[in-house]
T-cell receptor, first 110, second 115 residues
Framework: DAKTTQPPSMDCAEGRAANLPCNHSTISGNEYVYWYRQIHSQGPQYIIHGLKNNETNEMASLIITEDRKSSTLILPHATLRDTAVYYCIVRWTGNTPLVFGKGTRLSVIA | DVKVTQSSRYLVKRTGEKVFLECVQDMDHENMFWYRQDPGLGLRLIYFSYDVKMKEKGDIPEGYSVSREKKERFSLILESASTNQTSMYLC??????????????FGPGTRLTVL
């Protein structure tokens, strides 16, 4: 079973920041937080991952709380092409299969 | 550009037919995975493989088998297709190794309909 909880859906205005929350209260010390997204009719796509420090790449930023029980994925300037289902996943090593939950359906509105 | 390709985007088969879904990756990845995706149930792992001729059951292996004869190719087999196997099937690959940045790359998916 997925070890994360996400809201089922969110809306965001185009050009604004999209902040997607994820609860992972049972995360263990050696588990990482990963984010993937799935645009309609495509396979999932990796976005970012982190352990305890905040991370940023060209796609997004990941903010992990100090107790590591929750995190937020931030898309700084959402575009219509960011409309997708976003999955938050915890796993202890990159060699284990991903376990997907239901994710959050983000709709970016013009 | 790294790629995971799947043999068909859409496939229609009849109940009882033997169905082969093929997946090929060009990244020299050791790990390969098969998932199915259904509305309301999300993505569920069927089988995965860490090496040639090696396979591991995922969460829902019943009714499926797999074959990995070459490193780049991972086949999912439905021995006798049934209507409850109508679904979107997604293949993925990743490098071997415990590094946390070991992302999975997914193919575009095959939408299988069993009549």
């Amino acid at each position: 079973d997925a070890k994360t909880t996400q809201p089922p859906s969110m809306d965001c205005a185009e050009g604004r920041a999209a902040n997607l929350p994820c609860n992972h209260s049972t995360i263990s010390g050696n588990e990482y937080v990963y984010w993937y997204r799935q645009i309609h009719s495509q396979g999932p796509q990796y976005i970012i991952h982190g352990l305890k420090n905040n991370e940023t790449n060209e796609m997004a930023s990941l903010i992990i709380t100090e107790d590591r029980k929750s995190s937020t994925l931030i898309l700084p300037h959402a575009t219509l092409r960011d409309t997708a289902v976003y999955y938050c996943i915890v796993r202890w090593t990159g060699n284990t299969p991903l376990v997907f939950g239901k994710g959050t359906r983000l709709s970016v509105i013009a | 550009d790294v790629k995971v390709t799947q043999s068909s985007r859409y496939l229609v088969k009849r109940t009882g037919e033997k169905v082969f879904l093929e997946c090929v990756q060009d990244m020299d990845h050791e790990n390969m995975f098969w998932y199915r995706q259904d509305p309301g149930l999300g993505l569920r792992l069927i089988y995965f493989s860490y090496d040639v001729k090696m396979k591991e059951k995922g969460d829902i292996p019943e009714g499926y088998s797999v074959s990995r004869e070459k490193k780049e190719r991972f086949s999912l087999i439905l021995e006798s297709a049934s209507t409850n196997q109508t679904s979107m099937y997604l293949c993925a690959s990743s490098q071997l190794g415990g590094g946390p940045g070991n992302e999975q790359f997914f193919g575009p998916g095959t939408r299988l309909t069993v009549l």
